[in-house]
């Protein structure tokens, strides 16, 4: 029933009820919908096939599904928050296609990547992704305007963070900025930006921007986890030698042995799948996972008990179950 193709399937649906699953399903058809005519109405521009090849691709849309539930959890109308929503579509879309540029991947969810189709030249379909998703959201005032501005410069700041991480230096601290930044950041602005705009009260503001932002926290390291625990081939963390907090707990507490694995793996050698199984073997024995596991729930819980303060209606219980359903 429930068309959420991407990175991931989410959790079992048994824990959540029907009526969240028919939102679900509904808003995200919604937002395809308007991105395919927002798209469509881009035709004149010569970036026109790189930004829909991008923009159309299949994903979760979480951000802009995050946007519409927490303006409607505060009284505003969908159709009203539907522009600022798909421009929060553009800014992570547009943060995909520079990864993957930087990365030098090749496919992304099974589908060559706007990188392999048009090379260096797919850099100029993110940045006009970004500046189309800016024009969308000047409509939604100054405030808006400032807080999105300043997720998107720590998004960029948060890859920067990415690329730069050295493993055997990386502290868990700078892993957590980095994905607070990076991930985290922008489901806060979505969240925050969204109540803002369907008219929520300056308490319910700050409320949503926490609920959002530890849900991205969550979110991320969950996301981290789901490919170690499901990919059959190298995972791409390891692959392009991307720092993530298992590989960060195993390289501290993990054997000698398993710390000059990945010592050479990050410096100058290309894992293998007897690297990446024997890598996941010290990440289950040594408690690596377990220890990720522990934070997703921590961060949950944080992002449970900011929504308190919000009124009571089926969109505040619609925020409880996404949680619990992505994380």
């Known amino acids: 029933m429930l068309p959420l193709s991407g990175d991931y399937v989410a959790s079992s649906t048994s824990s959540v009820p029907e009526d969240f699953l028919t939102y679900l399903s509904e808003a995200k058809r919604q937002v395809d919908e308007e991105l395919r005519r927002l798209i469509s109405s881009l035709r004149e521009l010569k970036l026109h096939p790189q930004m829909a090849y991008a923009a159309l691709s299949q994903g979760k849309r979480l951000r802009p599904i995050l946007v519409l539930m927490s303006g409607e959890a505060v009284g505003g109308r969908r159709a009203e928050l539907m522009p600022l929503a798909l421009a929060f579509e553009l800014i992570h879309?547009?943060?995909?296609?520079?990864?993957?540029?930087?990365?030098?991947?090749?496919?992304?969810?099974?589908?060559?990547?706007?990188?392999?189709?048009?090379?260096?030249?797919?850099?100029?379909?993110?940045?006009?992704?970004?500046?189309?998703?800016?024009?969308?959201?000047?409509?939604?005032?100054?405030?808006?305007?400032?807080n999105v501005c300043r997720a998107t410069l720590e998004v960029c700041d948060g890859e920067f963070m990415d690329v730069s991480l050295n493993l055997?230096?990386?502290?868990?601290?700078?892993?957590?900025?980095?994905?607070?930044?990076?991930?985290?950041?922008?489901?806060?602005?979505a969240a925050q930006c969204g109540c803002m705009a369907g008219g929520g009260t300056?308490?319910?503001?700050?409320?949503?921007?926490?609920?959002?932002?530890f849900f991205g926290m969550a979110y991320q390291v969950s996301d981290d986890l789901h490919e170690l625990e499901t990919e059959k081939t190298v995972p791409s963390?390891?692959?392009?030698?991307?720092?993530?907090?298992?590989?960060?707990?195993?390289?501290?507490?993990?054997?000698?042995?398993?710390?000059?694995?990945?010592?050479?793996?990050?410096e100058r050698r290309t894992a293998s799948l007897s690297d990446a199984a024997e890598i996941f073997k010290g990440l289950e024995e040594f408690g690596s996972l377990a220890y990720c596991r522990r934070k997703i729930k921590e961060y949950a819980e944080v992002a449970e008990k900011s929504l308190a303060p919000l009124r009571n209606n089926q969109y505040k219980d619609y925020l409880h179950h996404l949680l619990r359903y992505f994380t």
Request: net charge neutral; hydrophobic share 40%; glycine share 8%.
């Open 202 to 213: 300056d308490v319910e503001v700050k409320a949503l921007a926490t609920y959002g932002e």
């Open 237 to 266: 963390d390891l692959k392009n030698r991307r720092v993530i907090l298992p590989y960060i707990h195993l390289y501290r507490h993990g054997s000698a042995e398993l710390r000059n694995l990945l010592k050479e793996t990050f």
């Open 168 to 189: 055997p230096t990386a502290t868990e601290e700078e892993y957590l900025l980095k994905i607070r930044k990076k991930s985290a950041s922008l489901f806060g602005t």
């Open 93 to 146: 879309t547009a943060t995909l296609v520079h990864d993957d540029i930087i990365d030098g991947d090749l496919l992304r969810r099974g589908v060559p990547t706007l990188y392999q189709q048009w090379k260096d030249k797919a850099i100029l379909g993110g940045d006009a992704l970004f500046v189309h998703a800016i024009n969308l959201v000047a409509g939604f005032g100054p405030e808006v305007m400032k």
